[in-house]
């Protein structure tokens, strides 16, 4: 199962409301103030904020919107960064460490207005968040992000054992939280809408067009396709995992992971009764972590286990289904009819990184599976940015673009990396059970 085949094989190609945008291949030479690589959730917020500051802005992208990605993800909306607040202004400030967890904090509202504003029909569900904790660990985390997200105005709180039973339809966890920020939508659908949007505003977008180099010519940069070239003041590098070579050092920088996702036939109403009742998204604090809700037609989607290599194996597939069957024993094992996968891309500090290696050229990625949300987020910054509207103590920093030590060997250290992971993941001291 490989990137190369169509994206029809995913879940999502066939339950979209919001149809493929027609994006015709760059053809001839133009000119525009900006020129951004990848029509995914960073690219298409990028140029819907940019030409909302009255920029113009060209989006290359070497297949369809959505094609990586933004259209294969589990359409888990998810708020906050891998950090808490309190820890971000410790690394940060308190002025740029408060920023970064107010964009993170705040992606999903700000994603929700994007889609009221824009009409995107995506099947958007803000039912929240539930974080299941395994161990004395995981309810140690739940319980500092549900104090100091409630400390900060936010709906959560903590989950008991039971209820976290109740509201997942899944026994054995210690506990949980839950963030009323959290919601669930169709990924694909997403950025097609968010394409159409931008094509609405005048932005164009040129599909099955991949960028063959890009280099600089003056103060501008030219950015050539098989069939023509933009000429722009600057230039973003929205392709996240997807890397596509044409700035040294940037895929280096990140650990690229495919996720694998499973999702079952449409379940009758009484087993949708039985799991996430309440229409919230689950993942739980496990480091190899698990991650499962339902779509709009009643599909169950689960995800977990990162390949790493170009084509996952049949055997993760298999290994999730079965999961599944330990969580959901009451759906029949023969339920589970679709599997796909995609790249997310990780880094080392998992925090999403804001580059400028050079005069003019940005870059924005390192989302840690959290990108519906932070992504289009993060578009926002980079925009602002780019044109000037932020600066100084309240903006997402820059940081230098460092390539990864080791990156070659990657694969077999997180091999290794993964298997310690699921030991210490079975291994997790239990809490003991309510008296």
Wanted: aromatic share 6%; hydrophobic share 40%; net charge positive.
């Amino acid at each position: 199962m490989s990137d190369h085949q169509d994206l029809d094989r995913a879940l999502w190609s066939g339950t979209s409301a919001e149809p493929p945008v027609d994006c015709p291949p760059l053809d001839g030479d133009r000119q525009a103030d900006i020129a951004i690589v990848g029509a995914g959730y960073t690219g298409l917020s990028t140029a819907l904020h940019l030409k909302e500051m009255g920029a113009d802005a060209v989006v290359l992208e070497a297949r369809e919107p959505g094609w990586g990605a933004s259209g294969r993800n589990v359409g888990q909306v998810i708020a906050g960064l891998k950090y808490e607040p309190v820890a971000l202004e410790q690394m940060y400030g308190v002025d740029i460490g408060g920023h970064m967890w107010r964009v993170g904090g705040g992606g999903p509202a700000m994603l929700y207005d994007l889609i009221r504003r824009f009409d995107i029909r995506c099947d958007l569900v803000n039912a929240g968040w539930i974080q299941p904790a395994v161990g004395e660990r995981g309810l140690r985390t739940v319980a500092m992000r549900a104090e100091q997200w409630a400390e900060r105005g936010v709906d959560c709180g903590l989950l008991s054992r039971d209820e976290v039973a109740k509201m997942t339809g899944v026994t054995g966890y210690d506990g949980g939280w839950v963030d009323r920020r959290g919601g669930s939508l169709q990924p694909l659908a997403l950025v097609r809408g968010m394409a159409r949007a931008c094509l609405g505003m005048g932005v164009a977008i040129h599909g099955n067009s991949p960028v063959t180099s890009l280099t600089r010519e003056g103060a501008r940069w030219r950015v050539a396709t098989a069939r023509g070239t933009v000429i722009a003041d600057s230039v973003v590098l929205a392709t996240n995992a997807y890397d596509t070579g044409l700035w040294s050092g940037l895929g280096r920088s990140i650990v690229p992971v495919r996720p694998v996702l499973i999702a079952s036939r449409p379940l009758s109403p009484n087993l949708r009764g039985s799991i996430l009742p309440g229409g919230e998204i689950a993942s739980d604090t496990k480091r190899l972590l698990t991650y499962f809700r339902f779509d709009a037609r009643g599909h169950l989607i689960m995800g977990g286990r990162g390949a790493l290599g170009h084509a996952p194996t049949p055997r993760l597939f298999d290994q999730l289904r079965v999961d599944a069957g330990h969580r959901f024993p009451q759906v029949e094992a023969d339920a589970w009819q679709h599997a796909w996968t995609g790249w997310i891309a990780m880094t080392a500090d998992h925090l999403p990184h804001l580059h400028n290696p050079a005069p003019g050229l940005w870059a924005a990625l390192g989302y840690q599976g959290r990108g519906v949300a932070l992504a289009t987020a993060m578009g926002r910054e980079l925009a602002l940015r780019m044109r000037g509207g932020e600066a100084g103590r309240e903006a997402w920093p820059v940081t230098d673009l460092r390539p990864l030590p080791f990156h070659g060997l990657r694969r077999p250290v997180l091999s290794a990396m993964r298997t310690a992971w699921r030991v210490r993941d079975s291994l997790e001291p239990r809490s003991a059970p309510a008296a």
